[in-house]
């Protein structure tokens, strides 16, 4: 269970920094809560961001996130909701 744990971890950290590079946020991955929202009030994300992000873990990962797929409110809807995404559906 502690290497589930250790790597669910290692996979946010590595999403978070994938974030901060790609959006060029002005906090670091280490600020970035692993149940902050995403969207909004959270890290105030738009459609755009997202879009940009889902480009981004799609070459990284190997996974394809669609810009208009029903599921994205919950798949962005934290960090831990998006790592856990691609943790089930990476193929890199």
């Known amino acids: ?6 790597s669910d ?3 946010q950290n590595e999403v978070a920094q994938l974030m901060v590079e790609c959006l060029n946020l002005e906090v670091t991955a ?3 809560s692993p149940d902050t929202p ?10 755009i961001d997202i879009l940009e992000i889902s ?9 394809q996130l669609r810009s208009d797929g029903a599921d ?20 890199l």
């Open 1 to 6: 269970m502690q290497d589930n744990q250790k």
């Open 9 to 11: 971890s290692t996979l």
């Open 30 to 32: 280490e600020q970035i």
């Open 38 to 47: 995403l969207y909004g009030d959270g890290l105030g994300l738009d459609s």
């Open 55 to 63: 480009l981004t873990i799609s070459k990284r990962y190997g996974l």
């Open 72 to 91: 994205n409110k919950e798949i962005f809807g934290s960090l831990r909701s998006l790592s856990a995404y691609i943790a089930a559906h990476r193929t």
